[in-house]
């Protein structure tokens, strides 16, 4: 099945710098990355996912970014803003039918 | 859409009494998941359903827990006997076509056994 290493585990960002989080997977044949994010106390979210077909994505202020070759995707926050503090997660997509989400990442932006 | 919804959204009882989560997915998604969230150990996954049929139940830590899906509509999920070890918050997701779709996550139940 597919093994997906996410870090760093914990990352503080000064508030309008910017923030990357990095995920290594490991089955050449994925072809669905998505991150979700959760905020204390409520549901994880979906924010932004993207498929083996294409190299980047972008939504206002955060994008992901796929390499194939070297088999990592990415999440990038620019101009970060307090309200992005939260739980990070590149859940690991085994066959289509089911994601495994982990501890993800503890993104905090620093006034 | 109400979205997914769960019940109840806090539950606290005593060690060994029976607990049950229930769950309604959004309407048209055919997959369910039943995930379990705790600090140490992170979101995991317990079981998820396909088309109302239970597919991977490998998650389920043991045979105190269980779960149903009697129809398209609604999902439980049971534990009995409960222990303190079983405190966490427990959250329902649904999606159309497992897990290469976007999940939709309900607002969890917040379970703490004394």
């Known amino acids: 099945g597919e093994n997906v290493e996410q870090h760093p585990s914990t990352l503080s960002v000064q508030e309008g710098d910017s923030a990357v989080i990095k995920c290594t997977y490991s089955d050449s044949a994925s072809n669905y990355f998505p991150w979700y994010k959760q905020e204390l106390g409520k549901r994880p979210q979906l924010i932004i996912d993207?498929?083996?077909?294409?190299g980047e994505k972008k939504d206002q202020r955060i994008a992901v970014t796929l390499n194939k070759t070297a088999k990592h995707f990415s999440l990038h926050i620019t101009e970060t803003q307090p309200e992005d503090s939260a739980v990070y997660f590149c859940?690991?997509?085994?066959?289509?039918?089911?994601?495994?989400f982990g501890t993800g990442t503890r993104l905090t932006i620093i006034p | 859409d109400a979205g997914v919804i769960q019940s109840p959204r806090h539950e606290v009882t005593e060690m060994g009494q029976e607990v049950t989560l229930r769950c309604k997915p959004i309407s048209g998604h055919n997959s369910l998941f039943w995930y379990r969230q705790t600090m140490m150990r992170g979101l995991e996954l317990l079981i998820y359903?396909?088309?109302?049929?239970?597919?991977?139940d490998s998650g389920m830590p043991e045979d105190r827990f269980s779960a149903k899906m009697p129809n398209a509509s609604f999902s439980t999920l049971k534990i009995q006997p409960s222990e303190p070890r079983d405190s966490a918050v427990y959250f329902c997701a649904s999606s159309l076509g497992g897990g290469a779709r976007g999940y939709t996550f309900g607002s969890g139940t917040r379970l703490t056994v004394v």
């Open positions: 993207i498929r083996s077909n294409v």
């Open positions: 359903f396909n088309n109302n049929v239970p597919i991977d």
């Open positions: 859940p690991s997509n085994f066959g289509n039918e089911k994601l495994t």
